[in-house]
């Protein structure tokens, strides 16, 4: 028989506040209760879905990511790809794109990776520009 465990016990158990694993189940990340009601039980496909979502999460994918991983896993085909992108022009032969659904941390190191790039091509267009000047 499967083990069923509490809302506060399956939080104990996957190190994963209640209020967490509410926010999963309502976005489709966690499968709802077993046993719905004032004494919810959930079982230990839930604790491997909790545990799943921290290790990708862990890899650096977002829950939006996540959650489109999830939902080609159940379907078992791709969908579309919807997600919106930031373009970053920084000359007339640089595009860099970057997902606008980038966790707040990771849109700061982009912007600074792309600062930096764009700084660097400039000053390379500089010294091209200066050394056919010279000719």
Same mark, same amino acid.
């Not at 083990?3 to 926010?23: C, G, H, K, N, V």
């Not at 930031?86 to 606008?100: F, S």
């Not at 792309?114 to 091209?128: K, P």
């Given at each position: ?16 506040? /209640? ?9 489709? @990340? $966690? ?8 004494? /919810? ?7 491997? /879905? ?14 939006? +990511? ?8 159940? !379907? ?8 919106? =992108? =930031? ?5 007339? !032969? $640089? $595009? $860099? ?11 700061? @190191? ?19 520009? +200066? ?5």
């Amino acid at each position: 028989m499967a083990r069923e465990f509490s809302l506060d016990q399956l939080a104990a158990a996957s190190e994963t506040p /209640a209020r967490t694993i509410r926010y999963y189940i309502a976005r489709g @990340l $966690v499968k709802g209760p077993s046993k719905a009601g004032r004494g /919810a039980t959930y079982t230990t496909d839930h604790l491997s /879905a909790l545990r799943q979502v921290k290790h990708l999460q862990a890899q650096g994918k977002t829950l939006g +990511e996540i959650e489109a991983m999830l939902t080609t896993a159940l !379907d078992g085909a791709a969908s579309p790809d919807a997600t919106p =992108w =930031w373009r970053y022009e920084l000359g007339q !032969d $640089v $595009v $860099v794109m970057a997902r606008a659904d980038a966790s707040p941390w990771r849109s700061r @190191l982009i912007k600074e990776a792309i600062r930096e790039l764009a700084t660097r091509l400039a000053a390379s267009r500089n010294r091209d520009e +200066e050394e056919e000047n010279k000719e």
